[in-house]
């Protein structure tokens, strides 16, 4: 998914798994929810995108220094609504579309975000555990989602798996490559059976002898 340029959204909002999660995906450079999921993020996207060009629209008029033309108050309001946003929104500000997959810890905690993505059709890859329902979990991972150990374990496997998709010889190329070179060596065993086909049929054709023409 991710060497084919799809997008997936690391989700953890339990307080076990915030931090661990907002880290590795940092890390690795995908989105994030770790505070409350909102309904709607995927469901009502274009709702939600105005929300994020909004944020990033703030951010980009302090960074110019455009928000000093306002009274102290007013900046003071403009300051809390970027922390407000960032809040519930910068870990998906760079988020352009739905995404193609959600990896998420605490599968029944997180039932918004599981209704939503089934709804949308996109892939969930979940740590069920005893109190969760695997179903309609495409790719299901049972563990312990309450022990700090386990969520670590299984976020940084996740974190791996990112980073291995994104490298160019990651397990799609090698599939590619070898698919590649499996025809190579089919036209390669085809150009060398077909001067043996030749000297066949040459074999097989018999001989002529030329006879005197009469006068």
């Known amino acids: 998914l991710i060497e084919s340029g799809g997008v997936i959204v690391f989700v953890g909002t339990k307080r076990q798994a915030a931090a661990i999660v ?11 929810v770790t505070e409350r999921w909102l309904g709607g993020t995927m469901t009502n996207f274009e709702q939600m995108k105005r929300r994020l060009d909004r944020l990033a629209e703030l951010k980009a008029k302090r960074e110019a220094g455009e928000l000093k033309q306002f009274t102290k108050k007013e900046q003071l309001l403009i300051d809390r609504e ?41 892939a969930i890859v979940g740590v069920v555990d005893s109190n969760g329902d695997p179903a309609g979990i495409d790719y299901l991972i049972p563990a312990n989602d309450d022990a700090v150990k386990s969520i670590q374990l299984i976020v940084s496997e996740m974190g791996k798996a990112v980073e291995e998709g994104r490298r160019p010889g990651g397990p799609l190329a090698q599939e590619g490559k070898k698919g590649e070179s499996k025809q190579e060596e ?21 001989e002529v002898k030329e006879e005197p023409q009469q006068l």
Not at 22 to 32: D, L, N, S
Not at 91 to 120: C, Q, W, Y
Not at 186 to 206: H, N, R, Y
Request: glycine residues 6%.
């Open 186 to 206: 089919g036209s390669e065993k085809t150009d060398k059976a077909k001067p043996k086909k030749e000297k066949q049929v040459e074999s097989q054709l018999p």
């Open 22 to 32: 907002q880290e590795e995906a940092k890390r690795v450079g995908v989105p994030y």
């Open 82 to 122: 970027i922390a407000k946003l960032e809040r519930f929104f910068g870990g998906i500000a760079s988020l352009v579309k739905i995404p193609e997959a959600l990896f998420i810890v605490d599968t029944h905690k997180e039932d918004t975000a599981v209704r939503e993505a089934r709804r949308m059709g996109v």
